[in-house]
């Protein structure tokens, strides 16, 4: 009898199916003579909506080394609750360069910039139909860059990396409530008055090599669809805030 296990796969054993050719039944008896078959993952799904490599490929790494973001989509997949990634963020040293290769695959710049010179760093926001919108952020080449810490986050983790996913959710308060009671720790407060058009809040970072590394975002939006300049730069210095032993403290 086979048996599925809560790690996504199949165990057992059986013979091929009948109306196989040869080849294929030797195909199939060989598969379930290893006894195991993958079976896909709610996380699988979600990957599947994006296939160009150039997304697809680390959106997998990011899930897999963000352990809220994996608990996210199990919690949702537990609720039937649906998985909508609604932007991806990459830190880098230079956005036209790092903006290439997406737009070579569809990606649009529309000339949507959230500046921060008072902070060191400014964004551009580039968008394809079908696909979650990227936010590519980097520090100022002149003095004003000698504010921001995102050069020496690029330098310790290179900027091929999702720095966070952000997931659509439509009520925050209680998607945040749901995540807590499952152990899931948030960098602070919420970030937009209830009602507003954009409301966010990050988890406390992961960390690699000593230092804060990446975060899951949850984002409400009511109506809108940019990124509000003033709630951005909060997030920013909110991205630092580490997960400690139950405890959350800046990295």
Not at 174 to 193: D, K, P, T
Not at 203 to 221: H, I, P
Not at 234 to 248: D, F, I, N
Request: glycine letters at 8%.
């Amino acid at each position: 009898m086979n048996k599925a296990y809560g790690d996504g796969v199949v165990r057992g054993s059986r013979a091929a199916p009948p109306n196989l050719s040869e080849c294929e039944a030797r195909e199939e008896t060989n598969v379930w003579a290893m006894g195991v078959i993958t079976m896909p993952t709610p996380l699988d799904a979600v990957l599947a909506l994006y296939p160009e490599p150039i997304v697809h490929r680390p959106l997998a790494d990011y899930f897999r080394e963000n352990e809220a973001a994996r608990r996210f989509v199990d919690l949702c997949a537990a609720r039937r609750w649906p998985v909508r990634v609604d932007h991806l963020t990459v830190r880098c040293l230079d956005i036209e360069r790092r903006a290439a290769p997406f737009l070579a695959i569809g990606y649009e710049d529309r000339r949507e910039i959230v500046d921060y010179p008072d902070q060191g760093w400014w964004a551009k926001v580039y968008r394809k139909p079908g696909y979650p919108a990227l936010f590519l952020d980097q520090a100022y080449l002149d003095e004003r860059g000698k504010k921001s810490f995102l050069p020496a986050w690029v330098k310790l983790f290179g900027e091929e990396c999702f720095h966070h996913v952000a997931v659509r959710v439509d009520d925050i308060d209680a998607m945040m409530a749901a995540m807590q009671a499952e152990g899931i720790e948030f960098s602070g407060a919420i970030v937009g008055a209830k009602g507003t058009r954009l409301r966010q809040i990050f988890t406390a970072a992961e960390q690699r090599k000593g230092q804060a590394y990446s975060v899951l975002e949850l984002a409400e939006r009511n109506g809108y669809e940019g990124f509000v300049p003033e709630q951005a730069d909060g997030l920013m210095q909110a991205s630092v805030m580490v997960k400690k032993k139950g405890k959350v403290e800046s990295g």
